[in-house]
């Protein structure tokens, strides 16, 4: 059975996408980025900041769908700079404690709205 989950507390899709789907126990969350949710305004200049606010649109979207981020088991993270690489690591680090996701971190030559980094999450119950 397939749900979609829409989160009030993560920045509206800017495209004919959801949030998330859930597809039996597997949460497939669309990329987010740093997109504030209550005003729209964007988190961009410092990438440690950009990095958490996608983060927060990511936990918004997990806990709206009953999930944190020890339910997360893959993640995809889309670099405009690898040389951003190690301070985005940093944060992201921060919000796992153990059993790390599978991951892969790739360099796109661009994003939607301009933004330094996109992350995307699957997570299971």
């Known amino acids: 059975m397939k749900k979609v989950i829409t989160s009030k507390n993560a920045p509206a899709p800017i495209g004919p996408y959801s949030h998330a789907v859930l ?3 597997t949460l497939f969350v ?3 980025v740093a997109k504030k949710a209550e005003n729209g305004e964007m988190v961009l200049g410092n990438i440690k900041d950009e990095t958490h606010q ?7 979207i997990l806990t709206d769908a ?3 981020f020890s339910n997360v088991c893959k993640t995809t993270i889309f670099l405009t700079d690898m040389n951003n690489f190690a301070q985005v690591n940093e944060v992201y680090g921060s919000y796992f404690t153990s059993d790390f996701p599978a991951r892969e971190t790739v360099q796109v030559s661009k994003l939607p709205l301009n933004v330094n980094v996109e992350i995307s999450v699957i997570a299971m119950k």
């Open 66 to 68: 009953g999930m944190d």
């Open 54 to 60: 996608v983060m927060h649109n990511l936990k918004a």
């Open 23 to 25: 597809f039996g126990n």
């Open 30 to 32: 669309s990329g987010q």
